[in-house]
Structures are given as C-alpha cells and as structure tokens.
C-alpha cells in the first residue's frame, strides 16, 4: 500500500482551558479529494495548522507523504501547499515579486515557468506586476493561492479558500483544483458551504469539539444517514405513523426524510388510506446539509474539560 | 479564470528538493528588499538625525569639552553617532520587520515552507547588518566634512561596526520574536535600546561620569561596542581594545544562542 498523503494518529492539542482536537486518527491516501467539515470551533483550523508546522500538537503525530512534521519537517513542508484562511499579504512586493520570493523560500531558484503558468491558470498573469496592496480581495485570494503552488507540492491544503469570494472565482479555483486532483494531487480543503464540498469531496471526515464524527466517502455518507427527502403538500393532514418522520414542516408543506426510497410507495399510501390527498410531491435524495445538522445533533456537545 | 489551457506538463506530484541556500538567500534578498524600498525612510531619515546630533551638539560643546588631550569634542562624537545609528538602525530592521510580519499575519509565508531556524536568523540578521552599517557610512560621511579625521587604528573599525551592527540585529530579532504589539516593542526601543545606547560613551567619554554611572558603563555591552569602535579612530579608549572585542563578541554568543534556541522552538511565532 502507498504511504498516506497526510497520517493523523492520535493527535491531541490543548490551549490552557480548550481541547482544540481530541485524539484525532484520520488517513488521507494520495489522490483524494477531501473534505474537512465541522461548525466553527471544531479543530478544522488547528489541524490544519498541526499538519502545516504552524502549532505544535500536545501529543500525537502527524506525517506528510510519510514525512514527519516535527522529527523531518523540511521534507513534511516541500510536501505541502497551504492557502491560509486570513487574507493575507506582504505590502511591500509585487504579485511576481511574492511568487518568486515564496518559491525561493522552497529552494527553487529559476522556477520562472512554473510561476507564469499558475498565474495563467489563475488569471493573474496581467496583475503580475501590481504591488499587493493595489489588490481586491478576490485577487488577494488567488495569489495566496498560488503561493501555496508555486513549489508544486503533491498535496493541497486549502482552508476555507471561497470564504467571501465571487462566484466567478470559486468556479474557476474549483475547476484548477479538478485538474490538479487528476493530475494526481491530493487536495485537502475546509468548507462551510457544503453543497461545495458535496460536489467537490470523494471523502469527508466531519470534526465537532475536537472529535471525527464521520470519515466516510461523500455517497456512503450520504446514503447511510439520510436516505430520501420527500417534499408534500396534503390536503387533509399528515396521518400520524408518519409524524415521527417530519424533519421540517409549515402550512404548506412537510418534509420527510425517509431511510430508503422504496418507502416512499408506502408513506404514499399512508396518505391515501388516511384520507389525505398529495397535491404536490417532490422526492430527492438528503444532501449534506442534512447528514451535517444530524450529525451535530446527535452528538451531545461535550462539557467543559 | 481562463479556460484549461495546453499545459505541457502540469505540477509532478512529487516534492522537489530545493537548496537550503536558495532559501537563506531569497530570505535575506527580501529582508533586503524590504528596507531598500522605503529607504527614504530606513537609511536617509537616519542618516539626517546622526547629523543633527553633531551639528548641535558638535556646535555647542566644541569649545567647551576635550575628552581626550588634542581631540576636539566633533572629532570625539563622530564615532560615537556613526555607532549609534549603526546599533540603532541593526535593532530597527529586525525588530520592525518581524513584528509587521506578525502583525500583518504574512510572517505565515516564512513559517510554511522548510527554512531552518540557522536559516531564517542568517538572513535577518545579515539584512539588519546592510541596514545598519548603509546607515553608519552615510553618517560618517556626512559628518567627516565637519571635522576631518585623523585616523589611528583602522582596522578596528569594521570588526567593532560589524560586531555592533550583528548583535543589535540579534536583539532585535528576539526583540520582534517576544513583542506581539508594536507597543511592546517601542517599550524595548524606550526602555533598552535608547537608555543603553545613551549610557554607553556616545557623547562622552564614561572617565567624566560620577561613579555610579562609572560602573554601570562597565556592564554595558554597548560601551564596549562603542569604545572599541572609538580606538579605530584615535587609538586611544577607556578600555583596551581587545577586551572590548572580547565583550561583545561572548554577548553576541550569548543573545544568538537565545534567539537561535527561540527560533527552533518556535517561540511565540508558531503555536
């Protein structure tokens, strides 16, 4: 078996009174495309920053492609590209200037062809030339994220990368990402915007308090806990054996979340017998949404340490 | 975004080597950089202030104070001023562009990527010595024209200006390392840097101060820097050259052994 992208065993941080990460195991095998999910405060960040050398763990290791990034952490970090979640940038330097220092900083001098070419791919090549603080935002993000490319690290690691970004650009990074990921990247990244991770992620591992909820492919995850959403509009009311069902209801309409698509006949006729009629029906499979507001529900929060 | 493009062929998955001196150099060409862009500011500022010094103090005090027999008060303060600004200026640049690095939250640039510690103090601190030592030679030759020198021992002053811009540029480095606000760090500049620059013989030779201050001068490493520089030019101090060498190098030992020490562990920069 090849070695991991990134190894997580066991790992724990702790601020003075907060447990950041609780024993966290998580494998990221080459290639994937990974989703890091969890409601603000759940160790996304941290981990994230364990696995890049920004934090030291509490206990517990952490390797990248093998390289452990505490005993071998210059290998560890040639491995890895990340684009932070802050916006940040250097006022002093150009969009060129930046690219070049920061692929210096990897020991790679003459990497001039590489530069240009993620600036192509990000559309930046025509900023080139302007100083960092003369940039918008969305433009500030881009080069982050190509400073997180720039030595062609074999796994991506993007923390929050559309967090106030224009549509344009987070179709256009995605589809970068895409073609990095088929060229055999392994790219990492944390979302709020689930329906982003739905489309993008073969694997998502959901964080809460510290803790992995769920490490599962996208569909298994989606299959397992939610089965079908059944959308209703009733004239005459909701017979009762499907009360318990109901995951969201107003005047119009009720939705049920049903745990496999040949109930739906039955939940159907249900109606019927009880003498209600189906005005309107519309069937569709749970998204990740749902398997997330499941997920942190039925997790008690923990108390304090 | 533009469409995908023909790429001939796209990032290899597979981490490159890289140099470790690519990576000390590109640290130390943008350290470099840094100052060199807003020079006005980090060389020619300085430079005006070390000046003014002597022409008003120069002015007030060249008939009145003769430190050393047959030396006039002008000559005397040169060296001093072109230290000051040397040590002052060292500090500056390290301390300053570390904390901006924090502050601004792009310091996160230097700490992904796989710089050692030997590394990133090299390059912060050689970049500080340009700084200081650009700064010193404006200073000197500004000043010069006001009261040629006649110079005894020239080889001393580049071992003391180079040791003097090293160890400020170190206590500099720890000064940005431990700082998290710039006010924190003014209190280094108001509290260490300036009262232990002022007590250190700049103006004056430490022979004409009362004993307590006497003694104080003796265990303050900057008047070793400053006495040893003053040699070069008259061949005469109030300590024996090479005992001041002696001093300031054991204290840039000792203050580089403690930012290399934070450095590795990365004290206050990394979590």
């Known amino acids: ?49 364990i696995i890049a050398g920004l934090a030291h763990a509490t206990s517990g290791r952490v390797k990248v492609m093998g390289h452990d990034v505490v005993n071998d952490y210059r290998s560890a970090r040639r491995s890895l590209g990340v684009v932070p979640q802050e916006l940040v940038f250097d006022p002093f330097f150009t969009v060129r200037e930046m690219l070049r220092i920061q692929s210096g900083y990897f020991g790679l001098a003459r990497n001039e062809a590489w530069i240009d070419e993620v600036m192509q791919n990000l559309d930046l090549a025509d900023k ?50 895409r073609r990095l990921n088929r060229d055999g990247h392994t790219i990492v990244l944390t979302t709020h915007y689930l329906e982003e991770a739905q489309q993008m992620c073969g694997r ?44 969201e209801e107003d005047p119009e309409h009720v939705v049920l979340r049903l745990p496999h698509p040949r109930e739906v006949g039955a939940a159907l006729e249900a109606c019927r017998s009880f003498g209600s009629e189906v005005e309107e029906l519309e069937v569709g499979p ?19 340490p | 975004m533009n469409p995908p493009i023909a790429i001939a062929a796209l990032a290899t998955p597979t981490a490159r080597a890289g140099s470790a001196w690519v990576g000390f150099r590109t640290l130390l060409y943008k350290e470099s950089l840094r100052f ?32 050393f027999a047959g030396v006039h008060y002008s000559s005397f303060l040169i060296p001093g001023l072109v230290m000051m600004s040397i040590l002052q200026n060292a500090f500056a640049n390290s301390s300053s562009s570390l904390i901006q690095s924090k502050i601004m939250g792009n310091l996160v640039f230097l700490l992904l990527p796989p710089l050692t510690a030997l590394q990133f103090f090299g390059a912060y601190v050689l970049a500080s010595i340009l700084r200081g030592l650009a700064v010193g030679l404006g200073v000197f030759a500004v000043t010069i024209w006001f009261a040629p020198a006649d110079i005894q021992a020239p080889a001393w002053i580049p071992v003391f200006a180079l040791m003097g811009a090293a160890m400020l540029a170190v206590v500099g480095l720890i ?12 209190a280094f500049q108001n509290f260490l840097i300036i009262p232990a620059t002022f007590l250190s013989g700049v103006f004056y030779s430490v022979h004409g ?6 003694v104080f001068s003796r265990v303050n490493p900057f008047f070793y820097i400053i006495d040893g520089f003053r040699y070069g030019f008259f061949a005469r101090s109030d300590v024996s050259p090479w005992f001041s060498l002696l001093v300031v190098s054991l204290s840039f030992c000792a203050v580089s052994a403690l930012a290399l020490t934070m450095l590795r562990r990365g004290y206050k920069l990394r979590t």
């Open chain 1, 204 to 247: 998502i591992a959901m964080l809460k308090a510290g803790r992995v909820l769920a490490l599962e492919p996208t569909h298994d995850l989606l299959r397992r806990i939610s089965g079908v959403l059944v959308a209703l509009r009733l004239r005459g009311g909701l017979p009762p054996a499907l009360r318990e069902q109901v995951i």
């Open chain 1, 128 to 177: 080139a030339e302007v100083n960092m603080r003369a940039l918008s935002g969305g433009m500030k993000r881009r080069v982050l994220v190509a400073q997180a490319l720039v030595h062609r690290p074999p796994v991506i690691v993007l923390d929050e990368p559309t967090a106030g970004v224009d549509v344009e650009l987070r179709q256009g990074l995605w589809q970068f990402m």
């Open chain 2, 175 to 186: 000064a940005g390392i431990v700082s998290e606000k710039f006010d924190q760090l003014a």
């Open chain 2, 209 to 214: 101060l009362p004993p307590f201050w006497h």
């Open chain 1, 1 to 49: 078996m090849s070695i991991a992208a990134i190894e997580v065993s066991a790992l724990t941080k702790r601020y003075a009174q907060v447990t950041a990460l609780d024993a966290v195991d998580l494998s990221i095998k080459q290639g994937e495309f990974f989703g890091l999910l969890g409601p603000n405060g759940a160790g996304k960040t941290t981990l994230i920053s």
């Open chain 1, 286 to 304: 749970a998204d990740l949404e749902d398997v997330f507001l499941q997920l942190m529900a039925e997790t008690p929060e923990r108390s304090g």
């Open chain 2, 36 to 67: 060199w862009k807003v020079s006005f500011q980090t060389i020619v500022a300085p430079i005006l202030t070390g000046v003014l010094y002597l022409l008003v103090f120069g002015h007030m005090l060249d008939t009145r104070v003769e430190p």
